[in-house]
């Protein structure tokens, strides 16, 4: 079976106190052993507060992340590390902890179950008003951030047309690459698109 281990850090200084001395390995705290319905695994944090990791330098906290992850990995036969909070944007979303040849595990974050989440409620709602995504446009707001680019890479195939909205053009040329399904793309913030009349 898999075993987890959730990254993350302090959440302010009242946190340090409130942790059993037998947690605290060197610079990382460990829980004990959880069973969350059935899967495994730990939790760990980096003894450093959100203003800490934000003035600290990415590299010199990226090595706290890898240092936990190959800890999880070797000391606790984890095969599946999740970041959360700040440990995910400073390791560009795991894409960094993935290319380190120390941890060869799994990785993955907060923003995938988000998208997953999201993904799942869309279709909830579809089949709650007896709609067909077919018949429909969808707009994604925020498409290529971590969570847009996952929901739209899902969705926009299943929708009649969308409209992927964003600040950036070159980040929503980027992302239309990466698409399938009739989509249009756009800087401002309207819903109404145009869908396309190609077969």
């Known amino acids: 079976m898999m075993r987890f281990a959730t990254i993350s850090h302090l959440l302010n200084e009242t946190n340090i106190g409130s942790i059993p001395r037998s947690w605290i390995k060197d610079d990382i705290i460990v829980s004990?052993?959880?069973?969350?319905n059935g899967a495994k695994g730990f939790?760990?944090?980096?003894?450093?507060?959100?203003?800490?990791?934000?003035?600290?330098?990415?590299?010199?906290?990226?090595?706290?992340?890898?240092?936990?992850?190959?800890?999880?990995?070797n000391k606790l036969d984890v095969d599946l590390v999740q970041l959360g909070a700040l440990t995910t944007s400073v390791t560009s979303g795991g894409e960094w902890l993935v290319d380190q040849r120390e941890y060869?595990?799994?990785?993955?974050?907060?923003?995938?179950?988000?998208?997953?989440?999201?993904?799942?409620?869309?279709?909830?709602?579809?089949?709650?008003?007896?709609?067909?995504?077919?018949?429909?446009?969808?707009?994604?707001?925020?498409?290529?951030?971590?969570?847009?680019?996952?929901?739209?890479k899902i969705l926009v195939p299943m929708f009649k047309h969308s409209i992927l909205i964003g600040r950036r053009e070159h980040k929503l040329e980027e992302l239309g690459n990466k698409l399938e399904g009739d989509f249009e793309t756009s800087v401002k913030l309207e819903t109404k698109g145009t869908p396309s009349t190609e077969s």
């Open 32 to 36: 004990p052993e959880l069973n969350v």
């Open 104 to 152: 060869t595990g799994f990785v993955t974050h907060g923003d995938s179950y988000t998208a997953a989440v999201t993904c799942q409620a869309v279709h909830k709602t579809l089949n709650l008003f007896g709609k067909n995504p077919s018949e429909l446009v969808l707009a994604v707001v925020g498409a290529y951030g971590i969570i847009g680019e996952a929901v739209s």
């Open 43 to 73: 939790v760990i944090a980096l003894k450093k507060l959100p203003k800490e990791v934000m003035g600290s330098s990415k590299d010199e906290i990226r090595q706290y992340v890898l240092k936990a992850a190959v800890f999880a990995q």
